[in-house]
Nanobody, 117 residues
C-alpha cells in the first residue's frame, strides 16, 4: 500500500510558477514510476510527467521545457516544478505511484491548479 498526498496547488497568473509536492507514506526508492497527471473540467485525465526509480523522466509535449519533475528519495517526495504557466494548465493535478510488479497503481486525492489570464 502507498498513500499519496499532494500539496502546493493554488491560483497563479499566467507566466507564473508553482511547485507541487507529493509525499508518500512509504519509501519511494522502490517505487518503479512516480508521476503527475492532470484532469481539466470535461476532459480525460492526462499524463503530465513521470520519473522512474532510475531517474529517467518523460513529459507530455504540452509541458516540455516548462515543467520539471524530480524525486527526493530521502524525503519520499516527488516534485513538479511548473514555470511559464498558461491558462490551459488549469486542472486538478494528481500524483501517481506505479509498482510494475505486481502491477499496482496508487493515486493521491489531487490538488487544484488555476492559472488566470
Amino acid at each position: 500500500q502507498v498513500q499519496l498526498s499532494e500539496s502546493g496547488g493554488g491560483l497563479v497568473q499566467a507566466g507564473g510558477s508553482l511547485r507541487l509536492a507529493c509525499a508518500a507514506s512509504r519509501s519511494i526508492s522502490s517505487i518503479d514510476v512516480m508521476g503527475w497527471y492532470r484532469q481539466a473540467p470535461g476532459k480525460q485525465r492526462e499524463l503530465v510527467a513521470t520519473v522512474t526509480s532510475g531517474g529517467s523522466t518523460n513529459y507530455a509535449d504540452s509541458v516540455k521545457g516548462r515543467f520539471t519533475i524530480s524525486r527526493d528519495n530521502a524525503k519520499d517526495t516527488v516534485y513538479l516544478q511548473m514555470d511559464s504557466l498558461k491558462p490551459e494548465d488549469t486542472a486538478v493535478y494528481y500524483c501517481n505511484a506505479l509498482l510494475l510488479l505486481p502491477g499496482y497503481n496508487y493515486w493521491g486525492p489531487g490538488t487544484q491548479v488555476t492559472v488566470s489570464s
